[in-house]
């Protein structure tokens, strides 16, 4: 996994300690899954409001479960599948 480049000096313990994490509680009421499935349900609709909707929720709830601040987000648009007809994932032909 790619996290951000390392401070120089300060709070540099500190990061590498966070980056040694490889695992992290989870809510054990499923409620993280749940509204993960709704964000995918959104994305395969494909309207960007609904998909901004369930990404805020999945992103509240989590910043309340462990206690962090809540952050914005912004949902990009992306061409459909069938946008580009005769491409594969990667682009090519």
């Known amino acids: 996994m790619l996290t951000d480049v390392p401070p120089r ?3 540099r313990a500190r990061f590498l300690e966070s980056d040694r994490i490889r ?3 989870l809510p054990q009421d499923g ?3 749940t509204i993960a499935k709704s964000i995918e349900s959104a994305m395969t609709v494909g309207q960007s409001a609904v998909v901004l909707r369930a990404c805020a929720e999945f992103l509240a709830t989590a910043a309340d479960f462990y ?3 809540k952050c914005g ?3 990009l648009a992306a061409p459909r ?3 580009h007809p005769g491409m594969d994932e990667d ?3």
């Open 9 to 11: 000096k300060a709070n």
């Open 23 to 25: 695992t992290l509680d």
């Open 31 to 33: 409620r993280l899954p």
């Open 67 to 69: 206690k962090v601040s």
């Open 73 to 75: 987000i912004r949902v």
């Open 81 to 83: 599948d069938n946008a």
């Open 91 to 93: 682009g090519g032909a």
